[in-house]
């Protein structure tokens, strides 16, 4: 099944600076889901991007999908205490969507 | 709208013994997926149901885990014996059906063999 990578594993940054995760995948994804995993918490489902070049924002929270679908990403602009979590792209398997490592944020107030 | 119930939540074994997991869907949601989550990496699937017919068990390690899912609705995953390795998160999701919708996760059952 198709695998995606993430980009950094751990981010650790001072509360108001920016934080962007990145997802890749060798192949073309049909679609890439971001899910975010609070620590101790379970994942949940945040957006789904289906577009070539498709962008798409949640207050501060921006998911882009690249042009070749084959890369996407999570921008928080201003980060707060709150966005402390795992962040998870899911890529799509056989009939299932397949999760990425994630990316560890923590942030320092 | 209710969401999807794990139990128990913690549980604590010795290695060789026996644990079962229960999970409760999101009502109508017909696919059920079973995934270990190991602390500090992703969820890892390791069963997918579409209502009672196993839709991929190809990470499952067949001699010691099972699952079933009888009448389509509520689901149990079984570790027989448990081995050390075995201590993970197992977190039950649901969704509408197979494919690319989105998953509901459930509170998972945090599993630790000694």
């Known amino acids: 099944g198709q695998q995606v990578m993430q980009i950094p594993q751990y981010q650790h940054v001072q509360e108001g600076e920016d934080f962007t995760t990145y997802c890749n995948s060798s192949?073309?994804?049909?679609?890439i889901q971001w899910y975010k995993q609070r620590p101790g918490g379970h994942p949940v489902f945040l957006i789904q991007?289906?577009?070539?070049?498709e962008v798409k924002k949640q207050k501060r929270l921006t998911f882009q999908f690249g042009e070749a679908k084959k890369n996407s990403s999570l921008h928080i602009t201003a980060t707060q205490t709150t966005d402390v979590g795992t962040y998870f792209c899911?890529?799509?398997?056989?009939?299932?969507?397949?999760f990425g490592a994630g990316t560890r944020l923590t942030v320092k107030p | 709208e209710a969401g999807v119930a794990q139990s128990p939540r913690y549980k604590i074994i010795e290695k060789r013994q026996s644990v079962a997991f229960w999970c409760n869907p999101i009502?109508?949601?017909?696919?059920l997926y079973w995934y270990q989550q190991i602390l500090g990496q992703g969820p890892k699937l390791l069963i997918q149901?579409?209502?009672?017919?196993?839709?991929?068990d190809s990470q499952l390690p067949k001699d010691r885990f099972s699952a079933e899912r009888l009448k389509g609705v509520d689901s149990t995953l079984k570790i027989q014996p448990a081995k050390l390795e075995d201590s993970a998160v197992y977190l039950c999701?649901?969704?509408?059906?197979?494919?690319?919708?989105?998953?509901?996760f459930g509170p998972g059952t945090r599993l630790t063999v000694t």
């Open positions: 999701a649901s969704s509408f059906s197979t494919g690319s919708y989105e998953q509901y």
């Open positions: 192949t073309t994804l049909s679609n």
């Open positions: 991007l289906v577009k070539s070049g």
């Open positions: 899911a890529g799509p398997g056989n009939n299932d969507m397949r």
């Open positions: 009502s109508g949601h017909a696919t």
């Open positions: 149901f579409q209502n009672n017919g196993v839709v991929d």
